[in-house]
């Protein structure tokens, strides 16, 4: 399992889905902004941070206003992955009025939520000390994997897997369901699939019977402390070794000091709370921003 660069987003992987989310608001139309405000006038928004928080999905929130005024102008202050203490000014924004006030809601939601999860990883990686490798699952939002994914990259984590196509993970039910840890291990074999094998141990019985059998990565399940370090110790380094169960930042130190490659962190997507982040817009001075009115 090798680290994913912290790259950009693909546009092809949020335009849709922020093109939804904004029908899904703004539905027949937006009446309050329609009765209260100049089609005409021009404004300037900016994006605050009213808390600390790692920053992640900035082109996210852009293509929201863009969407709506093709000429908006998205001033990125920060960039994704940048520490952001409370009282930030993370981007400025210029353009239509009326479309920033309809598209507000979707962006920051976008924005909120993945600047939550890039959070709450970095408090994980920096935990982490280095020791441990920390990945994420596929215990995400249906249809924002890749945001979210993209998001615990912003805060210093790894990507596990993606989908079920692009990595072999041998769960519990796969095992129980095949006969046995030899007999799932047999059968995934006999597949030839040109990927590294993963499977899961729930007992030391599990991590001999894996090892017997040759796999490339063991995945140690709601294992105890001392049945942590007892199978790292059997693997003696001829495997690599991932923890997942119950990982929480208080357990992280221990963990992180068994020896193994790799901690997977469910709550990075499924439990991350929202960064605080507002939207404050004024009317543009008097020239700027090239809107009628």
């Known amino acids: 399992m090798k680290s994913v660069p912290f790259e950009p987003l693909d546009p092809a992987l949020y335009r849709e889905g922020v093109r939804r989310a904004l029908a899904e608001d703004l539905g027949w139309g937006d009446v309050t902004t329609e009765a209260t405000v100049d089609a005409g006038l021009a404004a300037r928004g900016v994006i605050l941070a009213k808390s600390d928080c790692v920053i992640a999905g900035l082109d996210v929130a852009a293509e929201a206003f863009r969407q709506l005024d093709p000429a908006v102008v998205f001033t ?13 000014t993370v981007a400025d924004v210029r353009g239509s009025a009326a479309a920033m006030l309809t598209a507000e809601r979707t962006a920051l939601n976008f924005l909120q939520r993945l600047s939550g999860i890039a959070t709450l990883t970095r408090r994980y990686v920096e935990a982490a000390g280095g020791r441990i490798t920390i990945l994420d699952t596929r215990k995400t939002t249906p249809t924002l994997r890749a945001l979210e ?5 912003a805060g210093g984590g790894t990507n596990h897997r993606s989908g079920l196509d692009d990595a072999i993970l041998i769960k519990d039910n796969h095992i129980r369901l095949a006969g046995g840890v030899e007999a799932a291990l047999s059968r995934m074999k006999a597949a030839r699939r040109e990927m590294p094998i993963e499977i899961e141990a729930q007992s030391l019985e599990d991590v001999d019977a894996a090892l017997a059998a040759g796999v490339d990565v063991i995945l140690l399940d ?4 001392d049945e ?3 199978a ?5 380094g001829r495997v690599q070794v991932e923890l997942s169960g119950g990982v929480t930042l208080d357990r992280l130190a221990d963990l992180a000091s068994t020896g193994a490659d790799y901690v997977s962190v469910g709550a990075l997507t499924h439990s991350a709370p929202a960064a605080d982040l507002s939207f404050e817009l004024e009317p543009a001075p008097a020239g700027a921003g090239g809107l009628r009115g």
């Open 232 to 236: 790292v110790r059997r693997i003696a």
């Open 149 to 153: 994914k993209f998001a615990v990259r």
């Open 76 to 88: 990125r202050l920060r960039q994704d992955g940048d520490k952001c203490p409370a009282g930030t």
């Open 222 to 225: 709601n294992l105890s402390l």
């Open 228 to 230: 942590v370090r007892e």
